[in-house]
């Protein structure tokens, strides 16, 4: 790195700081080309702008307010593949599909809510049925106003994980939130396999 000559202003400033400051070595005398300097900087082009087309201008887009990182429960089941047949995955959508069972998990714990939905599921699929439909709720308001955000519906976030996870995965084939006719955000639909 080549250093360069100190400027006179420079050189002036550094000689009312030295005189201000007391030094480390008092022994060592002082030499200006013991000076701090900067590296000496090679001038750059100016840089010249061309008017961009307004076909590849980007529109600004509305910043997200929501508190969560994470998607939304509806997001995040409706992101899921199709594993069932589209035709009847299409009906179900549209709540043309009539389930065959019904679990509804309002005002049940945790652990009581994971129970039940286990033996229900396991039944529902030994009994032969197809399509049932398990009834969360949507869950109440809770926002204590602290600095992190509270959720929601607890049964409604947990239920979905629980389908995905043994034993209750081998019997479930697709899962997704239930037409506003059978509950709407706050119910799924649970097609569950045949058994062999």
């Known amino acids: 790195m080549k250093r360069r000559r100190l400027r006179p202003d420079e ?3 550094w000689r009312k700081v ?3 400051t007391e030094r480390l070595h008092p022994e060592k005398p002082l030499k200006p080309q013991d000076f701090v300097t900067t590296p000496q900087m090679k001038p750059r082009k100016k840089a010249t702008f061309e008017a961009i087309p307004k076909s590849l201008t980007i529109k ?3 910043p997200s307010t929501s508190a969560y990182l994470s998607p939304t429960i509806a997001e995040q089941v409706g992101g899921q593949p199709v594993q069932m ?3 009847a995955f299409d009906q179900l959508k549209r709540g043309k599909l009539r ?3 019904k679990l509804d998990l309002h005002g049940m714990t945790l652990e009581r809510a994971h129970l039940a939905l286990t033996r229900f599921i396991l039944n529902a699929q030994s009994g032969g049925k197809r399509l049932v439909l398990i009834v969360t709720g949507k869950g109440k308001q809770r926002d204590d106003g ?3 955000p509270v959720r929601f519906g607890v049964l409604r976030h947990q239920v979905p994980q ?3 996870m043994p034993p209750l995965a081998p019997a479930v084939l697709q899962v997704t939130q239930a037409h506003v006719r059978h509950g709407g955000g706050g119910a799924y ?3 569950l396999r045949k058994l062999r």
């Open 85 to 87: 047949d589209r035709k």
């Open 162 to 164: 629980w389908l995905s």
């Open 18 to 20: 030295v005189s201000n």
């Open 146 to 148: 602290g600095p992190i």
């Open 189 to 191: 639909y649970v097609y």
């Open 99 to 101: 389930p065959e069972g």
């Open 11 to 13: 050189e002036e400033l």
């Open 60 to 62: 600004p887009q509305a």
